[in-house]
């Protein structure tokens, strides 16, 4: 029928109004003849106007009237649109779910019936249980009866959820008890179908996750366990067998897609043994399973396990059973790395583009919240009974009210658990679907937010409530851990229930604090009393604590903290930093609870924490550039000792900077992600540590120049750099491998130009050996001529004669490294041309040569090796080590540098990719080389770190272990992953060597 003009531009603006987004199709659907009682009722357009979608619900309605017009005639659909006009809860519910529910508009277009199990108005208090809802399966005799049933169920807890008759907690309560309820129904079309095995067997069906947590979504799978005995007079066998068959039976029963659809997919993995594990056990299985091989996380499953269908009986004994194992779980050694794991796994698995959608996973989302209440239930739960429920928000009130968790913030996480779960049940309605992904698309949003109640603007206002939760969430989250320890040291409001001492160790110990009693002195002395700076460290220390605690020594990262807070507590930029730069605090803690050697810095220079603050702050800085401020340090200085402690405070000052640097890029902070290229890391390391090292040296010659000669010594000097200094490798451990030149300046006598030489040689090495709390500089000469029986400074021409004449081939290897790092440029030069020809031999080496340096090679791996030492383990002289890399790569240089340009670099990962572009080594082989060694300097790089001294080999102790695991890149409780991976890759090289090196 057509529509004058008139009316329809006034329809039209009233549905624009009412919140229709295409007016045009609306109007088409009140047109149509299935509506055509009711098009003009203004109570209609409101009612519509109030869902989620209007658009939607209007076409909903549509296709149910023509749908119930199908099945019942004109006088059935007359009677849907009677009740929809004169009842305003069925019109509210009806409409409501059309709204939010295109999948449960489809259930009803399929089953127009249905509309009647909204009619019946049930006050606000009155909400069904599992009685009821099995009721409502009862008739159900085969699977696809047993989904429309199902979905009939649906509808009315879904109507009493978009309404505002339940909130969300009763909506996921009623949801469980609608899943226990069709496990029941399934249980029991499985026994039916199969009645012999159901009188062999004992059946318990157990609920695990949300569904025994009273906690379900719309569209989940429904965890479980199941628990079998055999039947009075059955053999055991044969029952397990009967009873493996009707669980399975049950499992298909919901999970399988018939014409109506699945219901949900009934998950096992949760049983001992995951999918590998017998799918039925007996309950002593189960226990015995428990007792001696269950890991933390499996404990924290069954804390939601609640008995829902079958042998009650059996059910309650199983629940029974393992409920003391459940909180008995943190005693367990391993609780504190499977904590610490767990945690990290939290968003491992999410895809990069999903993380900021992702509810329950993501930073900030569901996960987060259901984490951190079970772990503080876990802790605590053994000795307060009252905390065991398998409820989140259940649990999270008692731990409020036992004092464990801040009442404010336990108010904050309530709020943004309910808005986050109330937000993933309004995504799933929509088509339920199991997804935990906030819609990208505007019309999806502006669904969402207007269910949520949200009409001005529904999208903006979503985006900005969703983020406000997340936020408070991820604030929250290490918080609620670490208040109220601050809380029950600082002592500031009396009255307040609070953690007791005793529940305030176990927290701690839980959280990887090996020494409770000292971090809670610590805490006390860094939080107590009303001053700013301890309300200040009261706002920072819950989340530092969280920092330190997923740190491989949290004790060592609280200790250090309260050093450099006692030494620059009064100095106002300190906590101001912390408190105002995000970055300068979460750098601060990864770099306390690192290991020894940059705490040790940092206290000997705590002004350098304004390093962390600054977003260049950690920027590598070049070898002109450091040398520069050397030397401006020296020249400012009186005497040669006050000018090396000079260079020695820049020095320090710049170790603290490339250590720090190193720690954040290999632990990765909120903001910056872990750097994956090892190798980068490496060459960082000793580039930095090598330009520093060579800036020291210069200003100490400076000084020792200045001292004894003014401005001009009698002699051109300079210092040569070998080894991995000349390679630019240092480590952070590393002695300084150098040689010495001086030359005659021009009317100097020679024997004057050799005394002046010595001096300086003997008074740089003086100094430099000074005692002194920073790591040492300790200058190694032994690879000059005659080594350590050879003079310790040569005249160039001297060199010349003695490489001319006895240089042995080792020797031209050494020269390989060679680089001037100080004192005269032209001098340095001048040496370089002279040990050229000796390091690049015309024509390569000869074939004595070449024996003669794989025999060295071969004494060195049976003489140096100190004695016990792991041959596998020893990064230097290990099996595929720093020296197995070192001297294959090196020994290429000797043959082919005269013909490769490439290879005429001191750095042993140049050279061999220089090999490798040259063909001389194929690029799988280079590529095990090159990993081999990067990971051998990265453990001893570690070790240093953590120990504050050098090694060649992992530590023994288990929290020194730990610690280098971390810097590599381990989780808490895999170190034992990180030595095979070592032995593994080192392997590979040693065989590579083998082949390159020693010609096998």
């Not at 085969?142 to 907690?169: E, K, N």
């Not at 409020?400 to 049940?425: C, I, K, N, S, W």
């Not at 042995?808 to 040496?831: I, K, N, S, T």
């Amino acid at each position: 029928m057509s529509v004058p003009r008139g009316r329809r531009s006034s329809t039209f603006t009233r549905l624009l109004r009412h919140g229709f987004t295409d007016p045009s199709a609306a109007e088409r659907l009140l047109d149509a003849d299935a509506l055509s009682a009711v098009r003009s009722d203004p109570l209609l357009l409101d009612a519509l106007g109030a869902t989620a979608d209007p658009d939607l619900a209007l076409l909903g309605l549509v296709r149910l009237a023509e749908a119930q017009e199908r099945v019942s005639g004109e006088t059935g659909r007359r009677e849907l649109l009677d009740t929809l006009i004169t009842a305003k809860p069925l019109r509210d519910r009806l409409l409501g779910v059309l709204g939010a529910s295109e999948a449960l508009a489809d259930h009803l277009a399929r089953h127009p019936g249905d509309w009647q199990a909204l009619v019946t108005y049930e006050p606000r208090d009155l909400h069904p249980g599992v009685e009821e809802f099995e009721r409502g399966l009862a008739e159900a005799d085969d699977p696809v009866s047993l989904r429309v049933a199902y979905r009939r169920c649906l509808l009315s807890i879904a109507a009493r959820d978009v309404c505002g008759t339940t909130d969300i907690a009763q909506t996921a309560a009623e949801l469980a008890d609608l899943a226990t309820a069709t496990l029941r129904a399934a249980l029991t079309l499985a026994r039916v179908a199969a009645p012999g095995d159901a009188a062999q067997c004992r059946l318990a069906v157990i609920a695990m996750g949300k569904c025994g947590g009273h906690e379900l979504n719309y569209v989940s799978d429904v965890d479980v366990i199941f628990v079998g005995e055999a039947a009075e007079g059955a053999d055991e066998g044969k029952a397990l067998q009967a009873a493996t068959r009707l669980a399975s039976h049950m499992m298909r029963i919901c999970s399988e897609t018939t014409v109506e659809g699945t219901i949900w997919p009934v998950d096992a993995n949760l049983r001992p043994e995951g999918r590998n594990g017998p799918l039925v056990r007996t309950l002593a299985s189960h226990l015995a399973y428990y007792e001696r091989w269950a890991k933390t996380w499996e404990f924290q499953a069954l804390l939601k396990a609640r008995a829902v269908a079958g042998d009650p009986e059996l059910g309650a004994a199983y629940v029974a059973a393992v409920s003391p194992l459940v909180w008995q779980a943190a005693e367990r050694d391993n609780f504190v790395p499977d904590v610490q794991k767990m945690r990290r796994r939290v968003i491992e698995n999410i895809p990069a583009g999903e993380v900021e959608r992702e509810l329950k996973l993501g930073p900030g989302g569901l996960r987060d919240v259901e984490f951190a209440v079970q772990l503080l239930q876990l802790v605590h739960g053994r000795s307060d009974a009252s905390l065991r429920s398998g409820t989140t928000l259940d649990a999270l009130a008692a731990l409020a009210d036992g004092g464990y968790v801040g009442r404010v913030d336990a108010v904050q996480l309530d709020d943004a658990y309910r808005f986050l779960r109330t937000l993933e049940h309004r995504i799933q309605l929509y088509k339920l679907r199991r997804t935990h992904l906030v819609p990208e698309d505007d019309a999806d949003l502006r669904r969402i937010g207007r269910s949520m109640g949200m009409r001005t603007e529904p999208i903006t206002e979503l985006n900005r409530a969703w983020k406000r939760h997340t936020s408070s969430v991820r604030r929250l989250h290490e918080k609620l851990f670490y208040r109220p320890l601050l809380d029950a040291v600082a002592q500031l409001a009396p009255g307040e229930t609070r953690l007791s001492t005793e529940a305030a160790r176990e927290r701690l110990v839980a959280l990887g604090y090996a020494d409770p009693s000292a971090a809670l002195r610590h805490l006390e002395a860094l939080a107590s009393g009303v001053s700013r700076k301890a309300a200040i460290q009261r706002t920072l220390l819950p989340v530092l604590l969280g920092w330190f605690a997923d740190s491989a020594d949290p004790d060592a990262g609280l200790l250090n903290f309260r050093k450099v807070s006692d030494a620059l507590g009064k100095t106002p930029w300190y906590l101001r930093l912390l408190r105002d730069e995000g970055a300068a605090a979460e750098n601060l803690a990864r770099v306390l609870s690192a290991g020894r050697l940059a705490p040790d810095l940092l206290m000997r220079a705590p002004e350098a924490v304004a390093l962390l603050g600054d977003p260049h702050g950690l920027d590598q800085r070049g070898h002109a550039q450091l040398e520069q401020e050397v030397l401006a340090a020296v020249g400012r200085a009186d005497g040669a000792e006050q000018a090396v402690g000079a260079a020695r405070g820049v020095r320090r000052r710049e170790l603290f900077r490339t250590t720090a640097a190193d720690i954040i890029a290999s632990y990765g902070t909120e903001d910056q992600p872990v750097v994956a290229d090892q190798g980068a890391l490496v060459d960082r390391v000793g580039s930095a540590v090598s330009d520093l090292t060579a800036a020291t040296l210069a200003g100490t010659l400076r000084a020792v120049v200045r001292a004894g000669w003014g401005d001009t010594l009698p002699t051109r000097f300079a210092v040569i750099a070998m080894g991995r200094f000349g390679g630019h490798e240092l480590g952070y451990g590393s002695d300084a491998d150098v040689l010495f030149v001086h030359e005659p300046r021009d009317g100097v006598d020679d024997q004057e130009a050799a005394q002046a030489a010595n001096k300086v040689v003997a008074e740089m090495r003086r100094l430099l050996a000074l005692p002194t709390a920073d790591p040492p500089l300790l200058i190694d000469a032994d690879l000059r001529p005659e080594g350590k029986s050879g003079p310790l400074v040569r005249t160039l021409k001297s060199y010349e004669a003695y490489y001319r004449r006895w240089s042995l081939v080792w020797e031209a290897q050494a020269l390989l490294r060679a680089e001037p790092v100080a004192g005269d440029p032209e001098l340095g030069r001048a040496f370089l041309d002279l040990v050229d020809p000796l390091r690049y031999p015309a024509e390569g080496l000869g074939d004595d040569a070449v024996r003669e340096i794989r025999r060295l090679k071969a004494r060195m791996e049976s003489e140096r090796l100190p004695r016990g030492a792991d041959p596998t383990l020893h990064t230097k002289l290990g099996r595929g080590g720093l020296s197995d890399v070192e001297w294959t790569v090196q020994l290429m240089q000797l043959q082919h540098g005269w013909a490769e340009p490439g290879l005429r670099t001191t750095r042993t990962r140049e050279a061999l990719a220089a090999a490798c572009a040259a063909g001389l080594v194929p690029g799988e082989e280079a590529e095990v080389l090159d990993e081999a060694w990067v990971l051998a300097t990265r453990v001893r790089n570690a070790v240093m770190l953590v120990r504050g001294r050098a090694g060649d080999t992992f530590p023994s102790d288990g929290r020194e272990l730990g610690a280098v695991g971390r810097y590599l890149g381990y989780d808490p409780g895999h170190v034992g992953d990180m030595l095979d991976d070592y032995r593994r890759i080192t392997r590979r090289a040693r065989a590579v060597v083998e082949e390159r090196f020693y010609g096998a």
